[in-house]
């Protein structure tokens, strides 16, 4: 960013108090602004400010005096429509249009709405906005609601939206728990008829059919949360998520190109394809993308470009131009805290790229972080009470319920082989490269379960067959982030509890995220830089789309080689003998793609 723009961030953050709060806004259905030009916030009680007026005539649909229509009528998911209205008597600024889904809501259950002044013709009774449309497995209706003598009155109602209840939504792939292995996941409307058929030919020719008993659905309910609103059933917060369904690819050729497609007999199929890992040994260059910190938001926020859709847009584009091995997500998804809504949004979003390369990912605080105990009082990832929370670390309910049940739901990553806890800490191989994933949610201290199958990844990888070690955890270990003294606290006992550890094994790169920012510190131990292939690096990429936080105001440090404040991720090159990382981010006035960082990273020295 350019000074002025780094200007007017200080400037906000001055001038805002609370800016850069722990709470982050959840965008609303529509992703809407509001009347500040502010991403508007589900959570806020603005969000109920139609409730203060009571629903005359509740679902009283004749003599209406207006038209309400949709472009579309059956819609598959992450389809683009418009809402159009007409014959609208005493249009009023106050006029809305309700969002709802399932169809038949109650008047007061929307999922969002839209004041009709968002159209430049709506004093005419008449007008239009576009919408994108997600399959949440129930159809949606639309209804113009106006405020007369203190109560709404319906003035129109639209068609209902059908979505297609056999389409399969939020593909992703993983790796299995053995080298020629790939795990296929996908949400579904229905449990039965569901097929998955892969080949090395992109037209089929000769077809492999997973078999049933490798194709298995589960599903999950408001119950298992761990708290409010996570486990409250409205339309914006737990809704019920449909079937995950889990397929594994077995017995796979190495080095190979397979194409699949997925879904429900006899419907339409949803397509993928992937390339399997090279034999062991090939000193051949792997490529992966890293990053963390994702969300889904649509629309500016302050400053921001949007970020999350535009920096899918350019992960696609990366791995159209070029191979890409894994995509590494250490943390911080959905964002969806509490609403069903945003893990559907973010499932199509993710999918873009998840149904092409294997989406490995970890959690982060807003996944996890509970202070309710789960019912049974044992937490989906076996841990008792609220989890980790130790007086010096500040964690609260960050997941506003969810205690991750809906991530463990949704992705499987390979911890069995390596005795690992699901998605929360695993290592896999690919290429030259042993892969990490911590949980900084969890306890890490020596003797735990979590330091302990640590220790023993790290101590049994052959250095040899794999002379590089990635780490991967959601809070950093190092960062000179600029408004939180918590996580500052956070990172000095990371380094006084686990820091040894790494150096004693020769971890190479450690990512990280949390902050919404980019930062690389040059090899360090004990906050002192080191000389290179002496110690660890340690890079924060926590700029995917979440809103970007502030550098190196109030804790600079020495270590400090480049911070950035944009979007974008990593991407990471490894053979036999280089590891190279660029970060790459989004000119803001052409809109390219470009490397704004890059590091070198030598083998150890003996």
Known sequence: MGGMCLFTLLALSCAIPGLYASKHSVPTFLHRLDELGVLADVDHPSFKTHLQYEFAGKHVRSNLSGKLSVS?????????????????????ATDWIGVYCPADSTEDDYLDFMYVNISSTWKSGSGSFPLKIFNMRQDYEFRYYQVRGGSHYIAAVSPRVTVRLYEPCAG????????????????????????????????????????????TTHTYTAEEMCGAPANTTTATTFRSPGFQVTATFRNLSLGTQYFYRYGIYPHKLQTGNFRTPMKPGLAKSSRFIAFGDFGVHYRPYFWEQPGAPMVSDMLVKEIQESEVDAILLFGDLAYGVGHGYIWDQWGWLMSQTARYVPYMIGVGNHEYDHTQPAPGGMDISHTPGVGF???????????????????????????????????FWYSFDRGMVRFIMMSSEHDYHPGTVQYTWLEKVLSSTDRNALPWVVMMLHRPMYSNESDSLVDNIVANHEREIFEDLIVKYRVNLMFSAHYHSYMRSCPVIKSKCQAPGTAPVHVVVGTAGANLQLLNSTFPADWTVKGAVNFGYSILEANSTHLHMDWISQDLNTHDRHIADSVDIPLWKS
């Open 389 to 423: 929370h130790p007086s010096w670390a500040g964690i609260g309910d960050d997941s506003f319920g969810e205690c991750a049940v809906p991530v463990f739901k949704r992705f499987k990553m390979p911890a069995e082989k390596n005795g690992g806890n699901s998605v």
């Open 72 to 92: 579309e009528v059956v819609v598959s998911d992450g389809e683009d429509i418009m809402v159009s209205w007409s014959g609208i008597a005493d249009a009023s």
């Open 172 to 215: 992703h792939l993983a790796m299995g728990n053995e080298i020629d292995s790939m795990v296929l996941m996908w949400t579904s409307g229905v449990d039965h008829e569901l097929i998955v058929q892969y080949s090395v030919d992109p037209e089929f020719s000769v077809v492999y059919e997973i078999p049933d008993r490798e194709v």
